[in-house]
């Protein structure tokens, strides 16, 4: 046989490996851990996914026009087509969630059962709480937007922020951002908890103790004027800037401090409670996202309290580390 389309996927632990595989007659079929699966139709591009424990394995399989996943050698129910070959693993790698779409419609499958139809679900928003336990996702039921939480129907908006709902990391928590008549809401624990001209996508963040909550809020320009955005921390307003980095806001190990890149006309500080820091002509952030999350690199805490992040002065770059008490 003749390697596929793709590439060869490995395990987050690096023990195991999986490939698609062509037939002379150009079926495909799945290596995994060099050993042959069983032959398809067609395997889809990008779905070869292995549970965070390395342990499971499942993708995306074709016959005769309809498509289904396989999950360690088992096949799962027939659709008309799983949404961006999409499938997202629990932390603990027992269950399996996706979205199946059948002519206009589509539903969330998660442990091999089908949810409720709706218009669509907003790819992105899948996950599974730290625990494993529970599961939440965005849709949209004719006009109305809504999240969908441990089965659950909550209110309906708008819209649903991107990157929301989450669950803290303790998995008792879960907040998300709902949009009403130009207006963004912090929805937390099922209340409405404050409201704002716009919430940056992706900024919601937890702290590591589940203790604390904080986001990026944007106030609207008037008059032609520039939007301004200061972060929103434990559901208090804090200082206006120019701009604050996506992917900066984020909480130190013990939950105590909080940092974030924010902009005063042409120069970046690091914002560390009230200290604005020192002027930067450039602080480097660089972003990823991976599944239903987004992460910034290169401004991060570690395990000590440091804080540590890259700058430029001038054409030079420099590597600064602060200790954080």
């Known amino acids: 046989p003749n390697i596929g389309k793709g590439k060869i996927t490995f395990s987050s632990d690096g023990r195991r490996f999986a490939y698609v595989a062509l037939t002379k007659d150009n079926k ?7 050993e042959e699966q069983k032959v398809y ?15 499971r ?47 206009n419609a ?47 129907e909550k209110r309906l908006f708008e819209g649903i922020g991107s990157g929301t709902p989450i669950f803290s990391p303790n998995s008792q928590q879960v907040a998300y951002v709902g949009k009403i008549k130009n207006k963004c809401y912090l929805v937390l624990n099922d209340e409405l908890v404050k409201v704002h001209d716009d919430i940056l996508k992706d900024s919601l963040v937890f702290s590591p ?23 929103v921390i434990d559901g208090e307003n804090g200082k206006t800037y120019d701009e604050i980095k996506e992917g900066t806001l984020i909480f130190s190990p013990d939950s105590s401090k909080i940092a974030y890149v924010a902009r005063i006309k042409d120069k970046y500080h690091v914002i560390i409670g009230e200290d604005e820091g020192h002027a930067y002509d450039n602080i480097v952030v660089t ?18 309290n440091f804080l540590h992040y890259y700058v430029f002065k001038g054409k030079d770059l420099y590597l600064i580390t602060e200790k954080i008490f």
């Open 287 to 304: 972003y990823e996202r991976l599944k239903n999350s987004f992460r910034s690199n290169g401004f991060y805490f570690d395990e000590d």
């Open 106 to 152: 589509c539903s969330v499958v998660v442990d091999g059962k089908i949810g409720k139809s709706f218009r669509t679900v907003a790819k992105e928003s899948l996950t599974f709480s730290s625990d494993s336990k529970r599961f939440a996702y965005a849709a949209l039921d004719g006009d109305a937007c809504l999240a969908i939480i441990d089965g659950k």
């Open 28 to 34: 495909c079929f799945v290596v995994l851990d060099g």
């Open 209 to 231: 103790d589940s203790s604390r909550i904080a986001y990026i809020a944007l106030t609207k320009g008037k008059f032609f004027s520039k939007d301004k955005c200061y972060a």
């Open 41 to 55: 139709d067609d395997i889809k591009d990008g779905s070869l996914t292995f549970s965070p424990d390395g342990n």
């Open 57 to 103: 394995i499942a993708y995306i399989a074709c016959f005769k026009n309809k498509h289904f996943v396989v999950l360690d050698g088992d096949e799962g129910d027939y659709f008309d087509d799983i949404r961006d070959n999409i499938l997202v693993f629990s932390p603990d790698g027992r269950r399996l969630a996706y979205i199946a779409t059948f002519g």
